[in-house]
Each structure stands twice: as C-alpha cells, then as structure tokens.
C-alpha cells in the first residue's frame, strides 16, 4: 500500500522491522525501488535476498527485469533471463518475455527485440507487440511500427491503443496524411479512443480532470492558477516542446492544448487546494507526455513542492526541479546512437 502511494521510505521502514521477510515482501521491496527509478537498490536487493537464502519466484524476475529495463540495463537484463532457467529451475513466462521485448526497446535494439518476439516459444499476445510498437514509437521507427500495428489490429479488432499509437508515430513524423488514415479506419470499424485523465485526492475527496477539462466547479480559480504557473516555470527556463501535441494545429493552439493536459489541472488543483510544503499526488491513466514531465519539474521548483505523478507506468516523483526517473535510458539511448555514430565514421 505505501509502496504504490508512493511512499517509498515508509516500505523501507516496514521492510527493515521484518524479522524474515520471506519472497513476497523482497519482491514488494525490489519491485517499490524500480518503480520508483532506484533501479541499482532493486537490484542490490535481488542480490542480497540470495545472500540471505531466500529463493527468489517468477515475480521476483519481472521486478529485476524491469529495473533493468528502466535504468537501460541490457546486458545484466539478459544475463538475469538466462539464469532464470539456467540457475532457479524457473521457467520464463509471459510476462518475463514482455520484459525483455521492454529492455530491448527502450535501449534501441528494435531488430533484436523483433527477432526475440517471433522466437518466442509462447503464443504471441497482444502486450507483447504492444510493447514492441511502443518502442518503435520512442525511436521514430516508422516501418517496423507500422508493421507491428498492422499485426494488432487484426490480433485485437476493438482495441483502440494500436490505432492511437501508429497514428501518433506518423504525426511525430508529420505524416499527416497517414494520421488520417488511421483516425478513419478508427471511425469506420467503431474504434473508440481512451481519454486520458488524471485523479487527485483533497480532504478525502477525489477530484478527476481529463484534458481541457472544465466541469470542475472551481474551473476558474485552476485555470488562473495553470496560467499564473506558466508564466512562472516560463520565466524559471521552461519552453514548451509542441512535438508533444499531434494534431495537425498552429503553434499557439498545440501550447494551449499542452498546458492544459489532465495531470496539469490535478497539479494545479493540489497547489491551490492543499497547505505548502506537503506533497501532491497525482494517479494518470495513461503515461505522462515529455512535455508534461519537463513542466512539472519546473513547477516544483517554482512552487516549492514535491510532487508525485503515478503514470500508466511507473512513479516519478518531482523535486527541486528533478524527476526521480532521471531520464537514465533516454541518455543511454542518446549514448548509444553517438557511440554507433562514431564507430562508423
Ligand atoms: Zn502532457
Ligand atoms: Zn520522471
């Protein structure tokens, strides 16, 4: 429960007066500080709960696999799914699959994680490709993303996530014409978009925003605040990157539509509504956008505030103008092409 509040310290605490924490409460731990983005904890962690003899499970794998994902761990990912069978008589599943496809994406490695996805001994699932389009979206790989989708929607006929996926990696690309395409196949089979919505509790009341939401009943008082916040996070450095904005709009409009995103509203919210110095949390359904994750670093830092975002994936908890995450695997990425750039020149 603290752990998924966020409350990262507190689990350490708990965890810290167990006498013998058996597998579940080192997964529940190994698992808090990947989510968190204390990835090397979880993985010290790991080792320790060998020292100390407790044989880890299937689930204790999915936590170190994803922390080695998140911290664009590759090669110890690879090294942990191999000894899994190899070393724990641990047969991989489902799920430890979708992992790797997940620490091969994120790391660039489109082809390999392509290649690792159709060797699979499992029947293919939906999740896993997903994972695989996802990746393809981070690293602008047009032809194997559109590829991929094409598999899905036969795979899933009413899932709107692939659709919404390849049409945003065409936008991203100003492919406008193929972004249209997807939205009317979208229409033409009754495919219906998941709006993305943020949730934010106030004296024992949750108050939930979509984007440009404005049925709050104290939609002014938050909208003066985002706008007064802008002026702020602008002046302290921030720009807003409108590549976050995907429709085909002027660049005026794409810096309204992102100032306006759910977690935004919830932010702004918890600002007016909750004493200074205590910390916000937010719950979004879907993952936080770039440009909100930049913005919400300057905001607090302008207001001062630590403030909690829980996305579709993971937590990032923003201070004095960071983010918990660290954005460890975008640098890894950017790391990774310069150091191929250079060994082909
Ligand atoms: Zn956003
Ligand atoms: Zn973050």
């Given amino acids: 429960m603290y752990g998924k509040c966020g409350s990262i310290q507190k689990v350490r605490e708990l965890f810290d007066k167990m006498q013998h924490p058996g597998a579940v409460s080192w997964n529940v731990m190994i698992a808090g500080y990947a989510m968190h983005g204390y990835n090397k904890h979880g993985l010290n962690l790991f080792e320790q709960m060998n020292y100390f003899g407790t044989k880890p499970d299937p689930v204790s794998f999915i936590c170190v696999l994803f922390a080695c994902s998140h911290a664009g761990l590759v090669d110890d990912g690879c090294k942990y799914f191999n000894g899994m069978s190899t070393f724990y008589s641990i047969i991989p599943r489902m799920d430890h699959y979708v992992c790797m496809v997940d620490l091969l994406g994120r790391a660039g490695y489109l082809v390999e994680a392509f290649y690792f996805v159709i060797k699979m001994p499992l029947k293919l ?181 630590e403030i909690l975002v829980r996305d579709a994936n993971r937590f990032h908890l923003f201070k004095h103008g960071q983010c918990s995450c660290g954005d460890l695997w975008r640098l890894l990425v950017i790391m990774r092409k310069q150091a191929a750039h250079a060994s082909m020149l």
């Avoid at 929607?153 to 249209?180: C, G, M, Q």
């Fill in 125 to 305: 699932d939906m999740v896993v490709w997903m994972c695989l389009l996802g990746a393809c979206r981070s690293h602008k790989n047009i032809g194997l993303g559109e590829f991929v989708a094409r598999l899905l929607f036969e795979l899933d006929t009413k899932n709107a996530a692939p659709y919404v996926l390849l049409s945003n990696i065409s936008a991203e690309a100003d492919r406008w014409d193929d972004v249209h395409k997807v939205r009317k196949l979208m229409i033409d089979r009754g495919i219906e978009k998941l709006p993305g919505c943020s949730w934010i509790e106030v004296h024992t009341m949750v108050h939930v925003f979509c984007v440009g939401d404005k049925s709050h009943p104290q939609t002014q008082e938050i909208y003066i605040k985002l706008d007064k916040l802008l002026r702020e996070i602008k002046g302290a450095g921030y720009v807003p990157d409108t590549r976050f904005v995907l429709n085909d709009v002027e660049e005026e409009e794409k810096e309204f539509i992102l100032c306006h995103h759910s977690e935004r509203l919830a932010i702004a919210f918890g600002l007016l509504k909750s004493p200074p110095g205590t910390t916000i949390r937010v719950v979004k359904n879907l993952r936080v956008c770039g440009d909100c994750h930049i913005a919400t670093k300057f905001i607090s830092k302008v207001a001062a505030r």
